[in-house]
């Protein structure tokens, strides 16, 4: 089980993308990019999520949905300096580093959309 996470054009809801595929991992990923602005995080970090999502909201990451892009780079910010650096070689290991290292990720591709908004599914 997992979050997809896409940012989409803030007036036709359609996927927004880029003309250069970027490389942009999380717990599924396009071998050789995706010029689309997804990515796909494992739920078994949704633990740190909530607790450093939750001064925007109970549902952890799910507090980006439907927000700008822009306004929300801050909140992912702060949640990535919230968490510690134990990174583990296996991805789906629930640690607060692997928690971390999907949300630099997931700003690396706010950076790439900032005129979008968030749809999270899962």
Known sequence: MSYDITIVDKDTKEPIFIETPHGI???THAIDGTKELWMNITYNYAPFFREVFKDYGEGGIHCLNGMPVAETMK???????KLKDDVSYNYWEPTEGNAKASLICLYRLAELGKDGIWEIDG
Do not use: K, P, T
Request: a neutral charge; hydrophobic letters at 40%; glycine letters at 20%.
């Open 25 to 27: 991992r999380g717990g």
């Open 75 to 81: 909140w992912i910010d702060e949640a990535i300096r």
